[in-house]
């Protein structure tokens, strides 16, 4: 596990991309949102003050392009396209705080105010180029990568473009060394490992500079000193991580409120957009003397059925498809899906209708709901309904368990479950976390406690089996709830309890709920009928 980014008390900041509004949100963009939603709730979860910023990138020939053919201005295709991915927030259970646009007069002015300073540092110049074009992507290629690349976009797999013009360019080679330099004493700067290697490798090939602007078409924002000039389009949109917070208008009233969440803790991206991210930015950054962001984590890509998802094939997971999903088996259940079997690492993910039924009925309903719904009836049935009085927190929490007492062995996994939050492992958070409903389930099999209570006698040891169960169904609905708000609070609200707001430490520690607290019967998660092949 890396050590922890910061400490506890520092503001955090975490970004998603921002969506191209010539496409229509699908489960790629709601993937990354979704990972960054949860990690934003995990870390104010734990008392830090959190801004999560998401939103559409909205300039660019691509976005031109699409306008015409659809006879309407680029204003209103973007404004109609960035209202449909604002859409995906309330259903989703997105916690943003900011939703930026890059139409916006405040990003505007502010990506021409930094423009103007590079400008003066002679970080930006005007000169020619003579290279390649992936119109797809709006990326200039030099001739070298695009030999390597066969002339052909890796991923429209369209042919490059002869691209000539005059342009402004970033002096991008000026920062071969100090980019070495950080990357060397910042191993965790892009994540997962295996991306940093990538990147590492290409940047052996040695850094040439880039264009910034484009004269071929008009939709972005015109060149300060330059107005036949537009800037290109992913030079506007790095930007929107540091306008949003009003960092190019230092004196300004955003700044005032926001400038203390610079640095970002994470940029979560996907992996086709890491070469901006890892290299181009940060050295935008340097070139204007701004602290560096924490980490770069580029997951892969969800696939279908063992297929790259695109548009020709027509096997996109959609709105309308994972709408099908949230009728059947809730939103929460998809957010776990998304956060415990995505793709993460630098392995694609293949997203298939029986693999998530087969994960909702093992961890959601068998495991997480069946816990919840035992301990709270059982509680009904033998107590009333009321949490029974005992002492629970040296007990040992299973035969397999050696001594090890339950307030223990939950602070523990808290604690754990904490730092891979922190750490952005999310699917080893949400393991953790549901090992605890794990041990309690071990703990009922083990101890029977619906048997023992058949005897008066027995009361006693079953009211201190029952009072640790519950317990520990509340401390796991604690540690869950950043991956599944609703069903957690569902959760916590039967348990008589709340998430509190002293910390995710606090909130987890043994003993929050009291004897005599009123258990009702909850079944977050039912059973439902599986996918037909
Ligand atoms: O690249 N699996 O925007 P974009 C997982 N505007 N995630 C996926 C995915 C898949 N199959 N497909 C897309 C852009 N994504 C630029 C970004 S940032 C300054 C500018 C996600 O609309 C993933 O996060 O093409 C990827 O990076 C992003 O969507 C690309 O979104």
């Not at 922890?4 to 709601?30: E, F, K, M, Q």
């Not at 204007?288 to 998802?309: E, T």
């Not at 605890?436 to 009922?444: K, S, T, Y």
Request: proline content about 6%; charged content about 20%.
């Amino acid at each position: 596990m890396p050590a922890p980014l910061a400490s506890s008390d520092r503001p955090a900041y975490i970004t998603t991309p921002i969506y191209y509004v010539n496409d229509r949100p699908h489960i790629g963009s709601a993937y990354t949102t979704t990972l960054c939603d949860v990690w934003a709730r995990a870390m104010r979860l734990d008392g830090r003050d959190v801004f999560f910023l998401t939103g559409t990138d909205e300039h660019g020939q691509k976005v031109e392009k699409s306008a015409k053919e659809r006879g309407m201005t680029p204003q209103a295709l973007a404004d109609e396209n960035s209202a449909e991915f604002r859409k995906l927030l309330g259903p989703f259970n997105l916690s943003n705080d900011d939703f930026i646009r890059t139409t916006e007069p405040r990003h505007e002015s502010q990506v021409q105010a930094f423009v103007s300073r590079l400008l003066a540092s002679g970080d930006i110049y005007l000169g020619e180029f003579n290279g390649w074009y992936d119109e797809g992507q709006e990326e200039y290629i030099t001739e070298s990568r695009a030999k390597e690349m066969d002339y052909k976009s890796p991923i429209s797999g369209r042919p490059l473009v002869r691209a000539t013009e005059k342009n402004y360019y970033f002096k991008l080679s000026a920062y071969q060394s100090k980019l070495e330099a950080f990357f060397k004493a910042n191993p965790e700067f892009v994540r997962p490992a295996g991306r940093f290697n990538e990147v590492l490798g290409r940047l052996r090939d040695g850094l040439q500079d880039v264009p910034v602007t484009r004269t071929n078409f008009t939709w972005g924002i015109p060149m300060p000193n330059a107005p036949e000039h537009v800037i290109y389009v992913w030079i506007d949109a790095l930007f929107n991580y540091a306008t949003a917070l009003g960092l190019g208008d230092a004196g300004g009233a955003l700044a005032k409120d926001r400038a203390k969440y610079w640095p970002p803790e994470y940029h979560v991206i996907g992996k086709e957009i890491l070469w901006f991210h890892a290299v181009i930015w940060p050295a935008m950054l340097m070139a204007l003397d701004l602290p560096m962001p924490k980490c770069v984590y580029a997951h892969s890509f969800w696939i279908r059925n063992g297929q790259k998802m695109s548009k020709s094939l027509g096997n996109f997971v959609d709105l309308e498809t994972i709408d099908g999903f949230f009728a059947k088996y809730g939103v929460d259940a998809w957010r776990w899906y998304m956060t415990t079997q995505g793709p993460l690492g630098t392995q694609d993910a293949d997203f298939s209708d029986k693999h998530f039924h087969e994960i909702y009925t093992a961890q959601l309903v068998n495991t997480f709901a069946n816990c919840a719904s035992r301990t709270s009836s059982m509680i009904e049935k033998y107590f009333g309904g009321a949490m029974p009085a005992a002492e629970t927190a040296s007990m040992p929490v299973s035969s397999a368990a050696g001594a090890q007492g339950w307030s223990a062995f939950t602070a523990q996994a808290a604690e754990k479950t904490r730092r891979h939050y922190e750490a952005f492992e999310l699917a080893e958070a949400a393991d953790t976390a549901l090992s605890i409903v794990r041990a309690v389930d071990l703990l009922i099999n083990e101890t029977a406690p619906f048997k023992l209570a058949k005897d008066p006698a027995n009361l006693p040891r079953v009211a201190e089996i029952l009072a640790a169960c519950a317990e520990g169904v509340r401390i796991a609905a604690v540690l869950l709830s950043p991956i599944m708000p609703a069903k957690c609070d569902e959760v916590l609200a039967a348990y008589g309890s709340t998430l509190g707001g002293g910390g995710m430490t606090d909130a987890a520690r043994w003993g929050g709920l009291k004897a005599g607290t009123r258990i009702a019967k909850c079944a977050p998660f039912m059973r439902v009928d599986a996918p037909v092949a």
